[in-house]
């Protein structure tokens, strides 16, 4: 404790080195904590409010302790900050001699083999843009230290042409490329084994953890302290990448780099268009079987549907087979080329896949471990596993005398971390909940509005915006709609337009979908009056201060949409238990979703702003109660003109 009260406190290096720092009291709190579970080996489930200084808190002990530190976080936005800003701000303060790396998926480095590949097929480019795209990167490559395409911002982060510059898993020709000793890949994995502290994200240790149950471990080094911020988003990541996914996309796109590399290395000896063409024309007649599908409101099948559609479980046999065929062919010709040694590990693992699932479709085999489901889009199939728990296999990380550190701003239901906990299965954790520091009664409102109709009724959207308008206008927009639809957000917006019609109003909308998520919120923190319209992804790492984000809406409580595949699975498992799914399951999971939600209204000291959840079971309903005490300690009411009257007041004169 003396030595973080030399670190965090008023005269402390902290102090000694930033001009603006002053001690907070429960950053230290937070960080004791921490410090108590490193030097016990344990593990900490730790809950910090918006405003605690989370980072800090968990980067000083961690770094204090000369432990090997793993540092997990929810983006690679994070990434980056804690590695460009965060670390070496601590590491100057401290003024301790410390190694850092950062490590992400192979998918984010360049790699040299496909980047020459590429150039040397110049007809392999669909654009002007991506001719002008593969000479930048081709630049990029020789000057880089990192390849991280984060570091190369004029290619836009979805263009397509990156997923050819890049390698994966399974086409990684490992010690076997000519470009092995320049492999960006190589050199990030070499500095984190040497680094005292390495910054991941939770998608590389998940991608980690399931290479691991193939007894494949060579991604991430050993260390003696993992913490996982942005903890929250654990669990979904888990479900995801203990799962596993095949799409006909992937199998198009085998056949055609199989027949262009036979073709080219071993012409002679397969009838490689032969294979390719009846594989690719058998994907597209199962895709076709699979009509009835598409016509199915959320466009999903499950193993028992295939049973019924006996037509649709042949045609998957016949695209398996067709698959076996070609993967042979690539197997008995991978020594001629590394190329087709790299579609034949390639094709293995979709054969593998593709078995798994038709294995699931078989009545005496319907598996309760595990979710299976197939979607359909307007191009093509998808098929999806997931573990129906992800609890003993989570767990089952943790190595022997390791601590484990989670941190969040939202992992407890009203103070309660059960959930969480018992979701990654973490064995009798010690927990810490540190309140944000902000005096959210003075700073926030809450308003959940009187005689709006129920959020069914075909025109809740219509009168919730309706409501909304003369909030926002006494704002002067700078207000966020969050969705829990991508319809919502279309129809909010196009209600919202009309309304500025109306009115006259020529303020900004920034709707999500037409615009990159990056785009947008840049263009709000420029923009003077704009309001913003988003669904998932702007619930949470939306990080506005000041009076550009003065109004926060939400449009439903944040459940889970019932037909989800895992979550009915999970549901039904409850109820089998005896259980309540509802109370269980789905409250839980929509507390913490919202609390998230409002946590983008107050993010600091000098911020006031009003959140409406226009959803009125929040009041209505018993449940409700578990909900809204879970928020931050806002004001309450009911009344638009008490809302109104709090804007008016904190206004700047």
């Given at each position: 404790m003396s030595a973080l009260a030399d670190v965090f406190g008023s005269g402390g290096a902290f102090a000694r080195h930033l001009p603006n720092y002053r001690e907070r009291t429960g950053q230290v709190a937070l960080a004791q904590a921490i410090e108590s579970v490193i030097d016990k080996r344990g593990v900490l489930v730790a809950e910090a409010g918006t405003g605690i200084g989370k980072t800090w808190a968990y980067l000083v002990p961690a770094v204090l302790s000369g432990a090997k530190v793993l540092v997990s976080t929810g983006t690679r936005?994070?990434?980056?900050?804690?590695?460009?800003?965060?670390?070496?701000?601590?590491?100057?303060?401290?003024?301790?001699?410390?190694?850092?790396?950062?490590?992400?998926?192979?998918?984010?480095?360049?790699?040299?083999?496909?980047?020459?590949?590429?150039?040397?097929?110049?007809?392999?480019?669909?654009?002007?843009?991506?001719?002008?795209?593969?000479?930048?990167?081709?630049?990029?490559?020789?000057?880089?230290?990192?390849?991280?395409?984060?570091?190369?911002?004029?290619?836009?982060?979805?263009?397509?042409?990156?997923?050819?510059?890049?390698?994966?898993?399974?086409?990684?020709?490992?010690?076997?490329?000519?470009?092995?000793?320049?492999?960006?890949?190589?050199?990030?994995?070499?500095?984190?084994?040497?680094?005292?502290?390495?910054?991941?994200?939770?998608?590389?240790?998940?991608?980690?953890?399931?290479?691991?149950?193939?007894?494949?471990?060579?991604?991430?080094?050993?260390?003696?302290?993992?913490?996982?911020?942005?903890?929250?988003?654990?669990?979904?990541?888990?479900?995801?990448?203990?799962?596993?996914?095949?799409?006909?996309?992937?199998?198009?796109?085998?056949?055609?780099?199989?027949?262009?590399?036979?073709?080219?290395?071993?012409?002679?000896?397969?009838?490689?268009?032969?294979?390719?063409?009846?594989?690719?024309?058998?994907?597209?007649?199962?895709?076709?079987?699979?009509?009835?599908?598409?016509?199915?409101?959320?466009?999903?099948?499950?193993?028992?549907?295939?049973?019924?559609?006996?037509?649709?479980?042949?045609?998957?046999?016949?695209?398996?087979?067709?698959?076996?065929?070609?993967?042979?062919?690539?197997?008995?010709?991978?020594?001629?080329?590394?190329?087709?040694?790299?579609?034949?590990?390639?094709?293995?693992?979709?054969?593998?896949r593709l078995a798994d699932w038709i294995q699931a479709c078989q009545s005496d085999r319907l598996d309760s471990e595990r979710v299976y489901w197939l979607e359909t889009t307007a191009g093509g199939v998808r098929l999806n596993m997931a573990p129906l728990s992800i609890a003993a296999a989570f767990s089952a990380e943790r190595q022997a005398g390791q601590t484990?550190?989670?941190?969040?701003?939202?992992?407890?239901?009203?103070?309660?971390?059960?959930?969480?906990?018992?979701?990654?299965?973490?064995?009798?954790?010690?927990?810490?909940?540190?309140?944000?520091?902000?005096?959210?009664?003075?700073?926030?409102?809450?308003?959940?509005?009187?005689?709006?109709?129920?959020v069914q009724n075909p025109q809740y959207i219509r009168e919730f915006v309706r409501w909304l308008w003369p909030l926002i206008h006494a704002c002067q927009g700078n207000a966020m709609i969050l969705c829990t639809t991508l319809r919502a957000v279309e129809n909010i917006a196009d209600a919202l337009r009309e309304l500025y019609e109306e009115q006259s109003i020529n303020w900004p909308i920034l709707q999500q979908g037409l615009q990159p998520r990056r785009t947008l919120l840049e263009a709000f923190r420029e923009q003077s009056n704009a309001v913003l319209i988003g669904s998932a992804s702007f619930w949470e790492g939306v990080d506005v201060v000041g009076q550009r984000l003065s109004l926060v809406a939400i449009d439903k409580l944040p459940f889970a949409p019932p037909d989800d595949p895992i979550l009915e699975a999970r549901l039904q498992a409850c109820r089998d238990e005896g259980g309540n799914p509802f109370m269980l399951l789905q409250v839980p999971e929509a507390a913490i979703a919202l609390k998230q939600g409002a946590g983008r209204l107050i993010r600091s000291e000098r911020d006031w702003g009003v959140l409406v959840v226009g959803d009125t079971r929040l009041v209505d309903k018993p449940y409700g109660r578990s909900l809204w005490q879970g928020l931050p300690p806002f004001k309450r009411t009911r009344e638009q003109e008490e809302a109104l009257a709090f804007i008016h007041q904190k206004q700047p004169a």
């Amino acid at each position: 404790m003396s030595a973080l009260a030399d670190v965090f406190g008023s005269g402390g290096a902290f102090a000694r080195h930033l001009p603006n720092y002053r001690e907070r009291t429960g950053q230290v709190a937070l960080a004791q904590a921490i410090e108590s579970v490193i030097d016990k080996r344990g593990v900490l489930v730790a809950e910090a409010g918006t405003g605690i200084g989370k980072t800090w808190a968990y980067l000083v002990p961690a770094v204090l302790s000369g432990a090997k530190v793993l540092v997990s976080t929810g983006t690679r936005t994070l990434q980056d900050q804690l590695f460009q800003k965060d670390l070496p701000t601590v590491r100057d303060v401290l003024e301790v001699p410390l190694g850092i790396a950062m490590l992400k998926g192979r998918a984010n480095y360049v790699c040299h083999y496909y980047l020459q590949r590429l150039q040397d097929d110049p007809q392999a480019l669909v654009s002007r843009g991506e001719v002008i795209w593969l000479r930048q990167i081709k630049q990029f490559a020789q000057t880089s230290k990192t390849g991280d395409r984060s570091e190369l911002a004029s290619v836009p982060e979805d263009a397509d042409i990156w997923n050819r510059v890049t390698s994966t898993r399974e086409n990684c020709l490992a010690q076997d490329c000519p470009n092995v000793h320049e492999c960006f890949v190589y050199k990030a994995r070499r500095q984190a084994q040497e680094a005292d502290l390495v910054v991941i994200n939770h998608a590389l240790y998940m991608a980690d953890a399931a290479l691991r149950e193939q007894g494949i471990s060579d991604l991430l080094p050993q260390a003696d302290v993992v913490v996982f911020d942005e903890a929250h988003q654990l669990p979904a990541v888990a479900t995801r990448f203990l799962g596993q996914m095949l799409s006909t996309a992937q199998l198009l796109d085998l056949a055609k780099q199989s027949e262009a590399v036979g073709l080219a290395h071993a012409r002679e000896v397969v009838r490689w268009s032969e294979l390719a063409s009846g594989l690719a024309q058998l994907v597209k007649d199962w895709r076709l079987g699979l009509d009835w599908v598409q016509q199915r409101a959320n466009r999903r099948a499950v193993p028992q549907d295939l049973i019924e559609q006996q037509e649709a479980l042949d045609l998957m046999r016949q695209v398996a087979d067709a698959l076996t065929l070609l993967q042979q062919a690539l197997d008995s010709n991978a020594e001629r080329h590394l190329d087709l040694a790299a579609l034949a590990r390639t094709a293995e693992s979709l054969s593998e896949r593709l078995a798994d699932w038709i294995q699931a479709c078989q009545s005496d085999r319907l598996d309760s471990e595990r979710v299976y489901w197939l979607e359909t889009t307007a191009g093509g199939v998808r098929l999806n596993m997931a573990p129906l728990s992800i609890a003993a296999a989570f767990s089952a990380e943790r190595q022997a005398g390791q601590t484990w550190v989670f941190v969040s701003a939202t992992l407890s239901v009203k103070g309660d971390f059960s959930h969480f906990v018992q979701r990654l299965g973490l064995d009798d954790p010690k927990t810490h909940r540190q309140a944000s520091p902000f005096d959210y009664e003075e700073q926030a409102l809450l308003c959940v509005p009187r005689g709006l109709p129920a959020v069914q009724n075909p025109q809740y959207i219509r009168e919730f915006v309706r409501w909304l308008w003369p909030l926002i206008h006494a704002c002067q927009g700078n207000a966020m709609i969050l969705c829990t639809t991508l319809r919502a957000v279309e129809n909010i917006a196009d209600a919202l337009r009309e309304l500025y019609e109306e009115q006259s109003i020529n303020w900004p909308i920034l709707q999500q979908g037409l615009q990159p998520r990056r785009t947008l919120l840049e263009a709000f923190r420029e923009q003077s009056n704009a309001v913003l319209i988003g669904s998932a992804s702007f619930w949470e790492g939306v990080d506005v201060v000041g009076q550009r984000l003065s109004l926060v809406a939400i449009d439903k409580l944040p459940f889970a949409p019932p037909d989800d595949p895992i979550l009915e699975a999970r549901l039904q498992a409850c109820r089998d238990e005896g259980g309540n799914p509802f109370m269980l399951l789905q409250v839980p999971e929509a507390a913490i979703a919202l609390k998230q939600g409002a946590g983008r209204l107050i993010r600091s000291e000098r911020d006031w702003g009003v959140l409406v959840v226009g959803d009125t079971r929040l009041v209505d309903k018993p449940y409700g109660r578990s909900l809204w005490q879970g928020l931050p300690p806002f004001k309450r009411t009911r009344e638009q003109e008490e809302a109104l009257a709090f804007i008016h007041q904190k206004q700047p004169a």
